[in-house]
């Protein structure tokens, strides 16, 4: 691939929706293929242990390894997996957050029915029945948890730092 091909597929790739992982303009199906071999490889990535492991036969191993050595040269493996692994790895985050996101929304959901049945359950009772023991830990857990839900403090009790805030930790006061 000369100089002026990389700069055409770079700037292809800055204006349309192309994913370098994609097959390249030049590119022919056994080398595409070989590519591929090289981007789904699960242990490190080595053009080496994929020829070795795949081909029995010492001579066509090294004309293998010589051939996909020159691709992967010619056709940017290396930073085309990179581009690979880092979509991968924001389409698990996205997934992730997803589920997060769906998580939360269930747990808001089965803490607003407890919430009701404890209202209902509060109207009925008689406050005579109430220990001043009981009345305080109800008082404590419902305003941790409200500080909870509303992102102050996290479970273990602890500040939360919201962006822009600094929590100094007392080895760096006096600094």
């Not at 040269?73 to 985050?93: A, G, S």
Request: net charge neutral; hydrophobic share 35%; charged share 35%.
């Amino acid at each position: 691939m000369t100089d002026i091909d990389k700069t055409i597929e770079q700037a292809r790739a800055e204006m349309l929706p192309f994913k370098s992982w994609e097959q390249l303009t030049g590119e022919t199906p056994a080398a595409f293929s070989a590519f591929c071999e090289y981007r789904d490889f699960e242990d490190e990535r080595s053009i080496r242990k994929i020829v070795d492991s795949t081909e029995k036969n010492e001579t066509v191993r090294n004309k293998k390894y010589k051939t996909w050595l020159n691709w992967s040269t010619k056709f940017r493996w290396r930073e085309r997996v990179v581009d690979y692994d880092k979509y991968i790895e924001k389409m698990k985050q996205t997934e992730v957050r997803k589920t997060i996101e769906a998580q939360g929304e269930m747990h808001r959901k089965v803490t607003g029915k407890m919430l009701d049945v404890i209202y209902k359950k509060l109207d009925t009772m008689n406050p005579e029945d109430l220990t001043q023991g009981t009345i305080t830990d109800w008082v404590q857990v419902a305003v941790k948890t409200e500080r909870e839900m509303a992102g102050l403090i996290s479970p273990n009790g602890k500040a939360e730092t919201k962006q822009g805030e600094f929590n100094f930790v007392s080895d760096f006061q006096g600094l």
